[in-house]
């Protein structure tokens, strides 16, 4: 009996050092994201450990490690370290179907567990662009639809043209038949015209796992409209005697080819002397029979454009003489200078000749009266006398 209370003494202090000892053990792990295909590293770490075994469990509660010993048959599952502080497994190839909780194991008295979540990232497929069909006429409505499947979570799509954001769109989301991915779509609608031909339509996809490195799809726009048209002379005054080039600049998609040249609503009257070339009108030699309306006409299969250029044929001694200096106008000048000039002497003049009459009168004064020439002199002289004494006087 004694033996036997002694045995259950010692058991029971074996177990109260084990739990005394595991209080301050506790297994800590963190959750993961991976991209789906990758590998993800699940680690379980204890700080203080007496040699105590740690395990890593699935989400079906399934053993993957116990220690360094392997539970699972996967050989997608590798030991990465295992000690008493750390187990750190593998898990390659990752699928959506490996997503889910996993648990660590601390078996102490009582056992210890830790979660951690693996979430898988489904990676959207490429994108693909529908609803274009070539060619578009212009004013035509377009309306294109860019669809990706497969992302988890749902993925987002934009729309650029001319590298330019198109807010204004329509955006679905559909959950696909395995209920864990997505399939996105965005349909752009627009009215196009003969600016957009040639222009790069993108479908841009992104998402968490593409490590932004967006997926993009790429429509390139081809646009049909009727010509525009416009006449460049090699000129800008023709003169008699010299050659005129009439260039018809024409743009249009289809290309138009050729292009038409009449005369004042007819024919080119003189085949010899005007010679089209591509789209290029060459008259030789000008001269007055020369002026009239030309018109230039471009068609293709969505319509037909026209432009108009007037010829005058100008003198050349008419011209040369517009070109030199105007000797008319450089005469009246002169002639108003001159007489401007004129008037102010005549002017200036007549001012000079008034101030004198003014003071010869003053001088006579006192003399009109005199019965010689020498009372006059006497009596201008007094004039003056007097004139000083009085001013004197006034003042």
């Not at 024919?267 to 002397?273: C, K, T």
């Not at 003071?359 to 007097?386: F, H, R």
Request: charged share 25%.
């Amino acid at each position: 009996m004694i033996w036997k209370r002694s045995a259950v003494l010692r058991f029971y202090s074996v177990c109260g050092l084990l739990l005394q000892g595991s209080q301050g053990q506790f297994p800590l792990t963190q959750n993961v994201t991976v991209v789906e295909g990758g590998t993800a590293i699940l680690t379980c770490r204890v700080d203080q450990n007496d040699n105590t075994s740690l395990q890593w469990s699935n989400p079906a509660q399934q053993t993957l490690y116990f220690d360094d010993k392997k539970a699972l048959r996967d050989n997608r599952i590798e030991l990465v370290r295992a000690s008493w502080h750390e187990l750190s497994i593998s898990v390659s190839d990752v699928s959506l179907s490996d997503e889910g909780q996993y648990t660590c194991s601390l078996f102490t008295m009582p056992v210890k567990t830790s979660k951690a979540y693996l979430t898988v990232l489904g990676v959207p497929e490429k994108p693909q662009i529908s609803g274009f069909s070539s060619p578009v006429m212009e004013g035509d409505l377009m309306q294109l639809t860019c669809k990706t499947s497969g992302s988890k979570p749902a993925a987002d799509i934009r729309w650029f043209k001319n590298d330019k954001e198109i807010k204004d769109v329509k955006y679905l989301k559909e959950e696909d038949a395995n209920r864990k991915t997505f399939t996105v779509s965005s349909t752009l609608d627009f009215r196009v015209d003969r600016s957009d031909d040639g222009v790069a339509v993108i479908c841009r996809v992104d998402h968490e796992s593409l490590n932004a490195t967006p997926q993009v799809a790429m429509q390139v726009l081809e646009i049909h409209y009727t010509p525009s048209v416009k006449i460049i002379p090699s000129t800008p005054f023709p003169q008699e005697g010299q050659p005129l080039i009439l260039t018809c600049e024409s743009k249009g998609k289809p290309l138009p080819e050729p292009v038409l040249w009449t005369k004042d609503g007819g024919e080119l009257p003189d085949p010899d002397r005007m010679v089209v070339s591509g789209r290029e009108l060459n008259i030789l030699f000008l001269n007055k029979t020369d002026n009239g309306t030309y018109r230039c006409e471009a068609t293709n299969t969505i319509g037909q454009s026209s432009a108009e250029y007037v010829l005058i044929v100008h003198d050349p001694n008419a011209l040369a003489g517009q070109t030199g200096p105007d000797h008319a106008l450089i005469g009246g000048i002169v002639a108003v200078v001159v007489f401007v000039t004129l008037c102010s002497i005549f002017l200036l003049g007549r001012y000079l000749a008034r101030h004198k009459g003014t003071y010869l009168t003053n001088e006579a004064k006192g003399a009109e009266d005199a019965p010689d020439a020498d009372t006059a002199i006497i009596n201008a002289e007094g004039s003056q006398v007097n004139a000083e004494e009085k001013k004197e006087y006034f003042i």
